[in-house]
């Protein structure tokens, strides 16, 4: 935006970039309005409208600076702008950028697939509005559009190239950011019916400062912070793009044109950052960049225009240069998993659940029932699970408590018979329907479910609960599938790891205790949009990646095989600690997503149609799922790092004997 001054020369700018902001907007599929959101920034952005502000101002110049803008011009900057947004949907794709001017980007949020789909909506709409404006505001986008892929094109073919030439560069920024500039300013002076000189001075003019402009964006990835950009910085130099200091500099520093010859560890990026800052190539960029500042002015210098307008147009461009910009719209939403178990759950709630576990059978003493891998994993810190009504509370614990133990039932090594397996799946699905009422046969598990299924589904919907029924028998065909690879020694491909593990984790499962445990039931249209799909499996890849790390040795010892460690060594060879390194790199990039995802859930939810006020409670719902995920590997489960001491194991073989199904041996239960 110009500055306060300016508004004496411009009287109606303000005024008309409302209306070009009344012109933008999301892209609307017909009939799809909960895909709104994927081109839809919301009010809080904090977007300056650079190339409308352009456009505008060079229409303003070559006409009368009082008047306000004819509904063409607003049209034509809304263009240029939906041509500039489309391409950093594309920008972050390629670049794998999380964040946007302090907020989630759209490929965090929704995948690079769903980003870069996004992003072609958002430039054809600008294509189309140029070819409304006539043929040559099409042509001149469409040339634009042409050269900034070219100057792409040419950055990513340089990128890692430690000769790389000023000219090259220069090449690439005049496409990738001049040309857009340029266009802006182009387009404005067409719509004021002055001569193609004119036009050709102001277009000149923008792509003057678009040189300028990237020249800033380059210094600051070197000089600046995060929270003053709303971008990440200091990212140029380990992804391999070398701009005009790190060129200037390497020229004349053997040690740092080296470094640049590979990809950089952390380390060797930081040393090469600190060459370039010590080189005084940046205030020599600087220098570089203020004199295209003068060669845009230049441009302007003949032009018959009234004396301020020129001078406040290129004050408003020298303005905008530092785009430092405030700290982020959308509060941070920790993702963080705690350090400490001192705010776990109740002690009068984990009395009541070891009693429980004692009087089903499930453990046969109290010290059975504090079994590490039970009642250790769900020690879940306050913070992530609020406080509920109690008997919710005891119902939800103890239905993920008997998840664990059915868990272990099937990942226990020693279950080797895969007849046995069979048998027991085929008794954990009967158990399932059975009437609680009226259990099939006695013993731990079914007096347990008994015990839970009528607390489970009070207040619940029919759909509720057949679907509840129905993902716990998928769940058990899933876990039988395991232990059978299990026993047979298979490695899945790495390509299969997500797929098996989202079945045999009881997501499902887990979603729907926690909507007992906060009184709602998620709706499926939500569960089919395509964000919530996207953050069920990050946050579980996350969440499985980071358990399959911490307990290593011991699902190599059980010869576990679902774990993406063994999956990685037994697909490529590479040996156990390189496979560890390249998932811990893997882990730190899909957190990084999911902590941007997380930050969006609210905001998605609160414009989604269809959730009736809700979506705070939808949101919330994920939002403490995801973190008891994160935090499952701090957890007692693996105590092996918990420093806890080992609890007795109850006797998974008696739970087992007492619901082995083989169809021979007795008639089948009968469902209720």
């Not at 690079?112 to 958002?122: E, K, N, Q, T």
């Not at 911490?550 to 063994?566: I, K, M, S």
Request: aromatic content about 6%; glycine content about 6%.
């Amino acid at each position: 935006m110009p500055r306060e001054n300016d508004s004496a020369v411009f009287p109606h700018l303000e005024a008309d970039l409302d209306r070009v902001r009344d012109v933008l907007g999301p892209i609307r599929l017909e009939g799809r309005p909960e895909l709104t959101a994927l081109t839809d920034e919301g009010p809080d952005t904090s977007r300056r409208l650079v190339r409308p502000t352009l456009t505008l101002l060079s229409y303003y110049l070559l006409t009368d600076p009082t008047v306000p803008a004819d509904d063409r011009v607003v049209r034509a900057a809304a263009a240029v702008e939906l041509l500039h947004l489309g391409s950093l949907y594309h920008d972050d794709v390629v670049d794998h950028a999380y964040q946007r001017r302090g907020r989630p980007s759209a490929n965090a949020v929704w995948g690079s697939h769903m980003a870069v789909l996004g992003g072609d909506s958002v430039i054809l709409t600008s294509v189309r509005m140029l070819a409304e404006l006539g043929p040559r505001e099409v042509l001149a986008g469409a040339t634009a559009g042409e050269q900034m892929c070219a100057g792409m094109v040419i950055e990513a073919a340089d990128l890692y190239v430690a000769s790389r030439s000023e000219q090259s560069y220069l090449d690439a920024i005049d496409g990738k950011t001049a040309a857009v500039l340029s266009l802006a300013c182009r387009v404005g002076a067409m719509q004021a019916g002055r001569s193609e000189d004119e036009e050709e001075a102001l277009a000149l003019f923008g792509r003057h400062f678009g040189l300028a402009y990237q020249l800033y964006d380059d210094i600051l990835d070197l000089t600046s912070t995060t929270d003053e950009t709303g971008k990440p910085v200091n990212a140029d130099l380990p992804e391999g793009i070398y701009t005009l200091p790190v060129i200037r500099a390497a020229a004349r520093d053997q040690d740092l044109a080296n470094l640049l010859r590979r990809t950089m560890t952390h380390e060797q990026a930081a040393h090469a950052h600190e060459l370039v800052i010590a080189s005084g190539a940046v205030d020599e960029a600087q220098a570089r960049a203020d004199e295209f500042m003068d060669q845009a002015a230049g441009q302007l210098a003949a032009l018959p225009v009234d004396p301020s307008a020129r001078h406040a147009l290129t004050a408003y461009t020298r303005s905008i240069l530092d785009r430092r910009t405030p700290a982020p719209a959308i509060p941070q939403q920790a993702t963080q998993t705690p350090g400490a178990h001192s705010d776990a759950f109740p002690p009068q709630v984990a009395q009541s659940l070891k009693s429980w576990m004692v009087d089903t059978g499930l453990a046969l003493t109290l010290d059975e029932a504090d079994y590490h891998r039970w009642t250790g994993a769900i020690r879940i810190p306050r913070k992530w699970v609020p406080a509920a009504d109690a008997a919710v509370e005891q119902t939800a614990y103890r239905m993920a408590v008997l998840l664990l133990a059915w868990d272990d039932l099937f990942e226990d090594p020693q279950l080797t018979d895969p007849e046995a397996v069979t048998a027991l799946r085929r008794g954990m699905v009967a158990t399932l329907r059975q009437d609680p009422e009226k259990p099939w046969r006695p013993g731990a598990i079914p007096t347990s479910w008994a015990s839970l299924w009528p607390r489970l589904r009070e207040g619940r919907t029919l759909r509720w609960q057949e679907q509840f029924l129905d993902n716990l028998e998928q769940w058990c065909v899933a876990c039988e599938r395991e232990a059978h690879h299990r026993i047979n020694g298979y490695i899945p491909p790495t390509a299969d790891y997500l797929p098996l593990r989202m079945s045999t984790s009881g997501i499902d499962t887990a979603l729907s205790a926690m909507e007992v445990h906060q009184n709602r039931e998620l709706p499926s249209t939500l569960r089919n949009h395509p964000v919530i799909r996207r953050l069920e499996e990050l946050a579980f890849w996350v969440t499985f990646v980071e358990n399959d790390l911490v307990g290593l040795d011991q699902d190599e010892a059980d010869q576990v095989p679902y774990n993406l460690v063994r999956a990685v060594c037994h697909e490529t060879g590479c040996t156990r600690g390189e496979a560890v390194e390249q998932l811990q790199r893997q882990v730190a990039d899909q957190r990084a997503q999911l902590q941007a995802l997380i930050r969006y859930l609210p905001a998605l939810l609160r414009v989604l149609p269809g959730l009736s006020g809700k979506g705070k409670d939808y949101a919330e719902i994920y939002v403490n799922l995801t973190n008891v995920g994160l935090w499952a590997r701090e957890s007692d489960r693996y105590e092996e790092t918990s420093g806890s001491a080992v609890s007795a194991a109850p006797d998974l073989e008696r739970l087992r004997r007492e619901i082995y199904y083989y169809p021979a041996a007795e008639p089948a239960p009968t469902a209720p």
